[in-house]
């Protein structure tokens, strides 16, 4: 564990966005395969859920989420009796509440990549002889990689620059909920420019960074398309 | 022979579609009918892709499809028999049925170059008893092996869907319109290699077109559909034959195809030298009648070793065309001073007015021809059904779709 808080918030922030990335990339796959091959009217209903963060104060969210989790509502009360942990004010609490802010980040690029790529190639690989998660590694997968990093990459970097949703159900537990922006915050409060100039910089050349690497890994194909 | 079972039935367009038949697996199966008859969609409910349909499709012994009994009202007591028969529904995915199928448009994997297209069918392909340079060779595909598909012209990609198709080893090909979106040339190269590939592999395949021209090339059998139903089945030839007296195709009032004699005809020598003969090379009508035609008519197919060395069975060769009715004059007496080729002696079978255009069934040795005249010469001449006729036509008249 590092000593320095603003390290210790790096970490807290990496462990977070990662954590969040991983299960969003594990539940928002099918949730946008699902929503790209939907055909009745309900899709229009769980697009509208899904885009909510979108256009809703992550305060607003936040809130919700706080009275869920505490242990007075039954979601708290489950997490409790199953972990032994309180939820509000939590690690978990803010990965949770990451999920479900970044969830259109992640599932919106997916959805649009899957409705792009169609059933053609995929009933082409089934009359070959490639059953469902076949098709889905060998030709899906693929065919949307680059859908698949900017999913990833932007759902990574929205987490990392939320702060509303983690200071109303994470609070401000230095190794635990305390992250980049709420030390950003902290710095700034207390009027130590310094320090908030050090971890305003890093975050924006490291989000900078970041971007660039994804245009480079997406580009990469394409011009080995054109050669 | 295999056989493959169908009676199915499918709400398709404005129209139910309807079909009750037992097909041969053997050949090339060509299924024929106008833009909209539902001549795709059958294609894809057999391979799987299509999953509305109700009925059953047997392959000789495996059930591919049964969704139980299809007419409810049909049914005495509705609720305990549709749930025993819910038991026993079958529907079989397509990566399970083991019929390949090429489409319209080639769609190639994208991401794979030639040979990985070609190594991902064979990859899950059970028997893996075709090599991939053996398939190559055969599409003429081995100097674009490492090619990225998407460089490819029209012809190339289609070449490449059909060989990624054979190695999967299919115990039926299905062919959906493969040749559509291709220029007359890529036809002929492609056509000419399907005929190749189904001797030498002995693959049944079904192959889907609204053009005649190509069947009578290529199918041994065809299933004529409009509107969702079986019109016909059987002989190429035969039923071309009979779509000559269906002159108007009832859905669109449009000509069906040019009236038309349809033969498939072995050549007197396989010669390869027909400059000898003036440039025409000779069939076999039967012990005494002849048919004359243009060399050049197999000379490119002798060329390039296709068409004449892949006679496995050692049948002789048989050259597939057609004479068109309106070639074909009718002549009381035979003359030899004439640059007209070809003089065949026949009987009339049967003679069909319609307007002012008439048609003649010609049978010459148990072969029927048909012959276009006007109705002035069917009074001048005073022509009767079993009366003896000469017919004429040129060494130009024997045409064939690949040239």
Same mark, same amino acid.
């Given at each position: 564990?590092?000593?320095?808080?603003?390290?210790?918030?790096?970490?807290?922030?990496?462990?977070?966005?990662?954590?969040?990335?991983?299960?969003?990339?594990?539940?928002?796959?099918?949730?946008?395969?699902?929503?790209?091959?939907?055909?009745?009217?309900?899709?229009?209903?769980?697009?509208?859920?899904?885009?909510?963060?979108?256009?809703?104060?992550?305060?607003?969210?936040?809130?919700?989420?706080?009275?869920?989790?505490?242990?007075?509502?039954?979601?708290?009360?489950?997490?409790?009796?199953?972990?032994?942990?309180?939820?509000?004010?939590?690690?978990?609490?803010?990965?949770?509440?990451?999920?479900?802010?970044?969830?259109?980040?992640?599932?919106?690029?997916?959805?649009?990549?899957?409705?792009?790529?169609?059933?053609?190639?995929?009933?082409?690989?089934?009359?070959?002889?490639?059953?469902?998660?076949?098709?889905?590694?060998?030709?899906?997968?693929?065919?949307?990689?680059?859908?698949?990093?900017?999913?990833?990459?932007?759902?990574?970097?929205?987490?990392?620059?939320?702060?509303?949703?983690?200071?109303?159900?994470?609070?401000?537990?230095?190794?635990?909920?305390?992250?980049?922006?709420?030390?950003?915050?902290?710095?700034?409060?207390?009027?130590?420019?310094?320090?908030?100039?050090?971890?305003?910089?890093?975050?924006?050349?490291?989000?900078?960074?970041?971007?660039?690497?994804?245009?480079?890994?997406?580009?990469?194909?394409?011009?080995?398309?054109?050669? | 022979?295999?056989?493959?079972?169908?009676?199915?039935?499918?709400?398709?367009?404005?129209?139910?579609?309807?079909?009750?038949?037992?097909?041969?697996?053997?050949?090339?199966?060509?299924?024929?009918?106008?833009?909209?008859?539902?001549?795709?969609?059958?294609?894809?409910?057999?391979?799987?892709?299509?999953?509305?349909?109700?009925?059953?499709?047997?392959?000789?012994?495996?059930?591919?499809?049964?969704?139980?009994?299809?007419?409810?009202?049909?049914?005495?007591?509705?609720?305990?028999?549709?749930?025993?028969?819910?038991?026993?529904?079958?529907?079989?995915?397509?990566?399970?049925?083991?019929?390949?199928?090429?489409?319209?448009?080639?769609?190639?994997?994208?991401?794979?170059?030639?040979?990985?297209?070609?190594?991902?069918?064979?990859?899950?392909?059970?028997?893996?008893?075709?090599?991939?340079?053996?398939?190559?060779?055969?599409?003429?595909?081995?100097?674009?092996?490492?090619?990225?598909?998407?460089?490819?012209?029209?012809?190339?990609?289609?070449?490449?869907?059909?060989?990624?198709?054979?190695?999967?080893?299919?115990?039926?090909?299905?062919?959906?319109?493969?040749?559509?979106?291709?220029?007359?040339?890529?036809?002929?190269?492609?056509?000419?290699?399907?005929?190749?590939?189904?001797?030498?592999?002995?693959?049944?395949?079904?192959?889907?077109?609204?053009?005649?021209?190509?069947?009578?090339?290529?199918?041994?059998?065809?299933?004529?559909?409009?509107?969702?139903?079986?019109?016909?089945?059987?002989?190429?030839?035969?039923?071309?034959?009979?779509?000559?007296?269906?002159?108007?195709?009832?859905?669109?009032?449009?000509?069906?195809?040019?009236?038309?004699?349809?033969?498939? &005809?072995? $050549?007197?020598?396989? *010669? !390869?030298?027909?400059?000898? /003969? @003036?440039?025409?090379?000779?069939?076999?009508?039967? #012990?005494?009648?002849?048919?004359?035609?243009?060399?050049?008519?197999?000379?490119?197919?002798?060329?390039?070793?296709?068409?004449?060395?892949?006679?496995?069975?050692?049948?002789?060769?048989?050259?597939?065309?057609?004479?068109?009715?309106?070639?074909?004059? &009718?002549? $009381?007496?035979?003359? *030899? !001073?004439?640059?007209?080729? /070809? @003089?065949?002696?026949?009987?009339?079978?049967?003679? #069909?007015?319609?307007?002012?255009?008439?048609?003649?069934?010609?049978?010459?040795?148990?072969?029927?021809?048909?012959?276009?005249?006007?109705?002035?010469?069917?009074?001048?001449?005073?022509?009767?059904?079993?009366?003896?006729?000469?017919?004429?036509?040129?060494?130009?008249?024997?045409?064939?779709?690949?040239?």
């Amino acid at each position: 564990m590092p000593t320095n808080p603003d390290l210790l918030a790096l970490l807290t922030t990496m462990k977070m966005a990662g954590l969040t990335t991983l299960i969003l990339l594990l539940i928002g796959t099918p949730l946008a395969w699902y929503l790209a091959k939907m055909e009745n009217r309900f899709k229009v209903v769980i697009e509208a859920i899904v885009a909510l963060p979108l256009v809703l104060p992550p305060t607003v969210l936040g809130f919700y989420l706080l009275l869920a989790f505490s242990p007075q509502s039954l979601p708290g009360q489950l997490w409790q009796q199953t972990t032994g942990q309180q939820l509000a004010f939590s690690f978990s609490a803010i990965v949770i509440g990451s999920v479900l802010y970044s969830l259109p980040f992640v599932v919106q690029p997916l959805q649009k990549a899957f409705e792009q790529l169609g059933d053609s190639l995929l009933e082409a690989g089934a009359v070959l002889g490639a059953g469902p998660i076949d098709r889905f590694f060998n030709i899906v997968l693929p065919l949307t990689k680059a859908s698949f990093i900017t999913a990833a990459s932007l759902g990574f970097a929205h987490t990392v620059g939320e702060f509303g949703v983690v200071l109303m159900i994470g609070g401000n537990i230095p190794g635990e909920t305390r992250v980049l922006s709420i030390a950003l915050f902290d710095h700034v409060e207390a009027f130590n420019y310094a320090k908030a100039h050090l971890l305003a910089g890093s975050l924006l050349v490291g989000s900078m960074i970041l971007l660039a690497l994804i245009y480079l890994i997406n580009f990469k194909p394409l011009r080995a398309v054109k050669s | 022979m295999s056989t493959l079972s169908i009676d199915i039935s499918c709400q398709f367009g404005g129209f139910l579609f309807s079909l009750k038949q037992d097909l041969k697996l053997k050949g090339i199966t060509g299924i024929y009918g106008h833009s909209g008859s539902g001549k795709s969609t059958l294609l894809r409910i057999i391979a799987g892709l299509n999953n509305q349909a109700t009925g059953t499709i047997n392959f000789n012994d495996t059930v591919l499809l049964d969704t139980g009994l299809q007419d409810k009202k049909s049914l005495p007591d509705t609720n305990l028999n549709s749930k025993s028969k819910r038991g026993t529904q079958t529907f079989i995915q397509p990566q399970a049925r083991n019929f390949s199928l090429v489409f319209q448009d080639n769609r190639l994997f994208p991401h794979l170059n030639v040979k990985e297209n070609l190594v991902f069918a064979a990859k899950r392909c059970a028997h893996s008893k075709l090599k991939i340079s053996e398939i190559l060779k055969l599409t003429e595909l081995e100097l674009l092996a490492e090619s990225s598909v998407t460089t490819l012209s029209g012809g190339e990609q289609q070449r490449v869907a059909l060989a990624r198709a054979i190695l999967t080893e299919p115990k039926l090909l299905l062919l959906d319109e493969p040749l559509s979106a291709l220029d007359q040339n890529s036809k002929n190269v492609l056509l000419k290699m399907l005929i190749n590939i189904q001797k030498k592999l002995d693959l049944p395949m079904f192959y889907v077109s609204h053009s005649l021209d190509e069947l009578q090339q290529i199918a041994d059998n065809i299933l004529v559909l409009s509107k969702g139903e079986v019109v016909d089945y059987g002989d190429i030839h035969q039923i071309i034959h009979k779509l000559n007296y269906a002159d108007t195709d009832s859905d669109s009032n449009q000509l069906i195809m040019h009236q038309q004699t349809s033969l498939a &005809l072995p $050549l007197k020598v396989n *010669n !390869n030298q027909p400059e000898e /003969n @003036h440039g025409l090379n000779t069939l076999l009508l039967n #012990d005494l009648q002849e048919i004359h035609f243009p060399a050049h008519l197999i000379k490119e197919r002798s060329a390039n070793k296709q068409f004449i060395t892949t006679n496995a069975l050692n049948e002789p060769v048989k050259l597939r065309f057609f004479i068109l009715a309106s070639d074909i004059s &009718l002549c $009381l007496e035979t003359t *030899n !001073n004439s640059s007209i080729v /070809n @003089h065949l002696h026949g009987v009339i079978s049967k003679i #069909d007015c319609s307007d002012n255009n008439v048609l003649i069934t010609i049978d010459c040795a148990g072969q029927r021809f048909f012959a276009n005249i006007s109705s002035y010469s069917l009074d001048k001449l005073s022509l009767k059904v079993d009366q003896a006729i000469y017919m004429q036509f040129k060494a130009s008249a024997v045409r064939t779709f690949i040239n």
